[in-house]
């Protein structure tokens, strides 16, 4: 009878992980077919950069600062940041969240802390667009010095 009760409750377990299953695969798949026509299309967008890198130079220990990356759409459609990575956590981006249309301009500042940092500094922070298979590297430098 032990054996009974156990059975009798696996298989209604096992229909509710099935069907689980089943609904988020197809959750996944409608997402995919969506992002994957016609909105990907419209992001057609070219981002040109005013500069890639930026050199602050000498900074004292614990300073902070930040460099402002100016860009441009010189596509045809629009063109929309999806994240920005940077190197470490001394590092943070901030950036235009907005799809900019043709001809318009967006930024992407990068804040660099010299707190715990000594000496030649290069970071790297890199911007990934949609519809872009490969990101845009922009680059910091920085001397930071004793206290």
Known sequence: MV??????LFLPM???LLMIWGCNAA???EKAESEGGEET????GNPEFEALEHNFGKLSYGE?????????NNGEGLLMI???????GCTVAEY????????ETGFVEVIFDSRGKRGSQ?????????????????SIFAEVGKN
């Not at 902070?64 to 441009?72: C, I, L, Q, S």
């Not at 999806?82 to 470490?88: F, H, L």
């Open 3 to 8: 054996v009974k009760q156990k059975n009798s």
């Open 14 to 16: 096992f229909a509710l």
């Open 27 to 29: 959750q996944k798949q």
């Open 41 to 44: 299309e419209a992001f057609g």
């Open 64 to 72: 902070e600062v930040g460099a402002r990356f100016g860009y441009k």
């Open 82 to 88: 999806e994240r920005v990575v940077t190197g470490c």
């Open 96 to 103: 235009s969240e907005k799809p900019l249309q043709p001809g």
């Open 122 to 138: 290069f970071q790297e922070a890199r911007v990934f667009f949609r519809g872009h298979k490969t990101p845009v590297r922009l």
